[in-house]
């Protein structure tokens, strides 16, 4: 076991930096359907199978054809006249022996109408180059299932992708530049007993240069609070004065100029930050605010549960404050020193994840629960990244589509700039449109493409006119999507197809946040943007 282990850690090593042991295990007994074979389709499930999702299920009725071979590297000159969805899962087994595949030779469209829950039981269904007919009926399946849907299509030089999931919860979002949780504008008894332990004025020369940043802030903080009524430095003239004043206290040579004291200097750099105050953010006191955190039942996900005993606790023995996140940043500092610091807010970031613990148990026994339906060490992790709560609720493709609930201000905004890429989304709209009414795409046929671009142009007009979208789109885009014939290049699947697979790990996960809801990738501008529809 201890082999096995060890060989995994080295097979996954980059990713396990990423998002872990508990995130690795998330993805190893996840089950993923991938509904069409096609190039973007199996770029996204090569981007899956490398870092070892627990298994695939391919769902394809199509055989391979000439045009497949070409564009996809999954398929051969061997597969032509296979089903797709075998010969896919063939070649994509061999980049990893831990990975579980498995095919459907069937059609999405007859397994809904002959096993519509047989899509149930997948932790993420993703969809490639499916007609806008059939990919709605799926998502209302899932929907309803409550599995979250992936859409994705590579349409000539765009790349589109629509995620639909009623509700996405992320404890592990993974800020950039998240601020340090030190609490010195508020510290807590142990910190402030820690910190009254030093004496910056009668220190030798050897322990005043290795005395951790976070202390002389705090040491300087005190002699800044008796001259300002007790605030903070806030705006940029007081937080200059405040490095000053940390400088001033830098142990002089004989010349009288500053020791080269880096504890000091690193001191002085992290002003700016360190010394914001420490509050909740808006999106997770709205998280607070939220039905499902006030409201536990016994059908309450573990997320709801531990996010109402994180409030709980910060409306009583926080004191308005989340628990402490327990790590501080690495320092220039003698080892002892650093340690002690450390330490300091490891075990009160223990003492406040034990009484989070308490007021998750007394809720799961309000409910019928048992304490051991949430581990103390999801708890743990839970507090440790409290800051950083995410929810994420895409709208329905039901809702999207529908007249009266369609979202006419972000496109009316958006298109205000004629080259958005949102004119991308109504030009994709409007070629399944094309497809509904000549069961073709626009310009798959050479000879076709000139008259394909005033049928094209009448489905673009009658989408603008139903949906009263007072909007211009050029004849420019018209013929471009003429021209793509609904070709698939693989250079812009290959670029849907690390995407996808990057959403779809945040989904399977529950780590960083995934988009919400519609992403257009424009290969031609080399620019992407996403846009809740």
Known sequence: MTDLKASKEQKYDRQLRLWGDHGQEA???????????????????????????????????????????????????????KNRAQAATELLQELNGDVSGNFVEESPDQLLD????????????ISVQLPESTYLRLSTVLWEAGVPFLVC??????????????????????????????????????????????????????????????IVVAKYLEKWYSEHNSELPKNYKEKEAFRQLVREGMLKNESGTPEDEENFEEAIKNVNTVLNPTKISSAVEDIFNM?????????????WVMARGVRDFVRNKGSGNLPVRGIIPDMIADSDKFIKLQNVYREKA???????????????HSVGKTPESI?????????????????????????????????????????????????????LRSVERFYQQHSRYPGVYNYQVEEDINKLKLCVNSLLLEYSLNVNVKDDYIHEFCRYGAAEPHTVAAFLGGTAAQEAIKIITHQFVPFNNTFIYNAMAQTSATFQL
């Open 27 to 81: 993805l190893e007994n996840a089950h993923v359907c991938l509904i069409n074979a096609t190039a973007s389709g199996t770029e996204i499930l090569k981007n899956l199978v490398l870092p070892g999702i627990g298994a695939f299920t391919l769902v394809d009725g199509h055989k391979v054809s000439g045009e497949d071979v070409g564009n996809n590297f999954f398929l051969s000159n061997n597969s032509i006249g």
């Open 114 to 125: 002959n096993d519509p829950e047989f899509f149930h039981r997948f932790s993420l269904v």
């Open 153 to 214: 299509r590579t349409y000539g030089l765009v790349g589109y992708m629509r995620l639909a999931v009623k509700e996405h919860t992320v404890v592990e979002s993974h800020p950039d530049n998240a601020l340090e949780d030190l609490r010195l504008d508020q510290p807590f008894t142990e910190l402030k007993n820690h910190i009254e332990s030093y004496d910056l004025d009668n220190m030798k020369k050897k322990d005043h240069n290795h005395t951790p940043w976070i």
């Open 291 to 303: 039905e499902q955190c006030e409201n536990i039942t016994s059908q309450s996900p573990s997320f």
């Open 350 to 364: 223990m003492k406040d994840a034990t009484i989070v613990s308490k007021h998750i148990e007394s809720l799961l």
């Open 375 to 427: 581990s103390e060490q999801e708890i743990k992790l839970f507090c440790k990244n409290a800051a950083f709560l995410r929810v994420v609720r895409c709208r329905s493709l039901v809702d999207e589509y529908s007249v009266d609930a369609f979202n006419k201000d972000e496109i009316t905004s958006c298109m205000g700039c004629p080259d958005s890429e949102m004119v991308l989304y109504l030009m």
